[in-house]
């Protein structure tokens, strides 16, 4: 486990003679580049990769330990596979990269001259700034009475002007129990209600299983969402998601306790802001809505290989597609998203072909692409199914779930 949880980076796969490392190899100069552009995004102090690697003081002492785990692969967290599309912030490295870590590790992780840093490109999840932070309104522990706790919690958007969201970081409070966060956009029209379901219920926040609790909810409107491993930060291409005046927020937390007794849970939401965009966008997802109701998505007991999909056309104007990332549970064995153009053509938005519920990266295009009238938008996915139990479409983390996550601009 030690050297999943320290893997920043690894090779593109191809084959080839192991390079030779020529002179000294240290962090300043050598090291820092490739920390900066595939590791810093998850290993900072509060990041997901749990410690920070993002200094010489802090990467040193784990200089052998992240050599021995680029080598053989195991990292980074990034199950794009290649020749699908080409991505924003890829972290994979070559040989060379990985040869550099392994000699600075060999010499003792000599530190060089701070004289020649150059750190190199941040990660393509760092944001420019934080201009607010939602935060849940005190702390939860979950019910207990399941081990799947659905909590959606009221939060007030304190921007009091119309704005757009241009970027959002979800910092789980408590990492063991959070499976997923929801951040739900709650319309002037809607916060009265909202406030009468927290209201209603006792406790902070009210019991949300499915969307975040009003009317059917894949007409809910997202501000951003986070699982394990996911990434995020500033969006693309100039984009945004209007925020009205008067509007509040809904974060929609999913608890897992099925390790325990784990306490409880304070997540909030890091956002930037801009007063205006390039073009307004939208966070879509996409899966079957007949699966919602947990039928016609069957994984039979025992099976291997099953696979289910989705086709939409679009109907409505032509859009641009910034982002793709997948979403699935523990059985997921392969997933997709693919555009079908009227004239036949495809274009593969994500495939991933080695499904870890640990990793629930988004993929940053990098060039949108657009979907005319016509074409079409499939999300697949398959899944291997050992236990015992028929399996199908559910929200808790031993169901099973089949959604692509776009996002759009008009």
Not at 344 to 360: R, Y
């Amino acid at each position: 486990m030690l050297l999943l949880a320290l893997a920043c980076a690894t090779s593109d796969g191809t084959d080839s003679a192991d390079p030779v490392v020529d002179g000294e190899v240290a962090w300043y100069g050598d090291v820092e580049p490739i920390v900066t552009q595939s590791c810093a995004g998850c290993h900072v102090a509060g990041g997901v990769g749990g410690f920070a690697l993002d200094t010489f003081e802090s990467a040193a002492p784990m200089a052998e330990a992240m050599a021995a785990a680029v080598e053989t692969g195991r990292m980074p967290p990034w199950d794009a596979a290649p020749g699908c599309n080409t991505y924003r912030g890829d972290l994979t490295l070559d040989a060379d990269a990985v040869a550099r870590l392994r000699a600075w590790a060999d010499a003792g992780a000599p530190a060089g001259d701070a004289a020649d840093s150059a750190p190199g490109e941040p990660p393509v999840e760092a944001l420019d700034r934080v201009d607010v932070t939602l935060s849940m309104p005190e702390a939860y522990t979950p019910n207990g009475a399941t081990s799947d706790d659905y909590r959606c919690f009221l939060v007030d958007w304190p921007v009091e002007e119309a704005t757009y969201v241009t970027g959002y970081r979800v910092v789980p409070g408590n990492a063991a129990l959070v499976h997923h966060v929801i951040a739900y956009i709650a319309s002037p029209l809607q916060v009265e209600e909202y406030q009468g379901l927290d209201d209603a219920e006792a406790g902070v926040g009210w019991t949300c299983y499915g969307g975040p609790g009003l009317g059917d909810q894949s007409d809910a409107e997202w501000m951003g969402s986070w699982a394990p491993g996911g990434s995020s930060g500033a969006f693309p291409n100039g984009t945004g998601i209007k925020m009205k005046s008067g509007s509040k927020v809904v974060l929609q937390v999913h608890y897992n306790t099925a390790g325990g007794d784990a306490g409880s849970d304070l997540t909030s939401v890091e956002v930037m802001t801009s007063d205006d965009v390039d073009a307004p966008a939208y966070i879509q997802p996409w899966t079957d809505p007949t699966w919602l109701d947990g039928t016609g998505m069957d994984i039979p007991a025992g099976s291997e290989g099953t696979e289910h999909s989705f086709t939409m056309t679009n109907t409505w104007s032509p859009f641009q597609v910034h982002t793709a990332s997948m979403h699935m549970h523990q059985l997921g064995r392969t997933g997709g998203l693919e555009i079908e153009h009227a004239d036949g053509s495809t274009d593969c938005l994500v495939d991933v072909q080695d499904w870890d519920f640990n990793w629930q990266r988004t993929y940053v295009l990098a060039e949108a692409l657009t979907v005319e009238e016509g074409d079409k938008i499939t999300v697949r996915c398959t899944w291997d199914n050992p236990t015992e139990e028929d399996i199908n479409w559910g929200e808790g983390t031993g169901d099973e779930m089949c959604l692509g996550t776009m996002l759009w601009s008009f």
